[in-house]
Nanobody, 120 residues
């Protein structure tokens, strides 16, 4: 079994910052892409940022220059540093990881989500 556990969400004022964490645990051989998604109330889920096992990153245009994704492979953890937050960043943020549970067997796992609310 593999679990992803997110933390770091909360209420922040516009212009503020938060750092989200997503830690993977369980039967893990290796972790490939790790990606953050978000879903605002009444809207479809959208990709926010991702990072490959080699450290290459990609971002949604709406967060470029404000958000930074990183990972600590020793801790099986991905982070999302969010700066200059805007009310439109309010959403439930979830992480996804493509994990090899053994050689040649890759599965996709999701965390439970963490609420980020940007409001004065």
């Amino acid at each position: 079994q593999v679990q992803l556990v997110e933390s770091g969400g909360g209420l922040v004022q516009p212009g503020g910052s938060l750092r989200l964490s997503c830690a993977a645990s369980g039967s893990i051989f290796s972790i490939n892409d790790m990606t953050w998604y978000r879903q605002a109330q009444g809207k479809q889920r959208e990709l926010v940022a991702g990072i490959t096992s080699g450290g290459s990153t990609f971002y949604a245009d709406s967060v470029k220059g404000r958000f930074t994704i990183s990972r600590d492979n020793a801790k099986n953890t991905v982070y999302l540093r969010m700066n200059s937050l805007k009310p439109e960043d309010t959403a439930v943020y979830s992480c996804n990881a493509k994990i090899d549970v053994r050689v040649g067997v890759q599965r996709s796992y999701w965390g439970q989500g963490t609420q980020v609310t940007v409001s004065s």
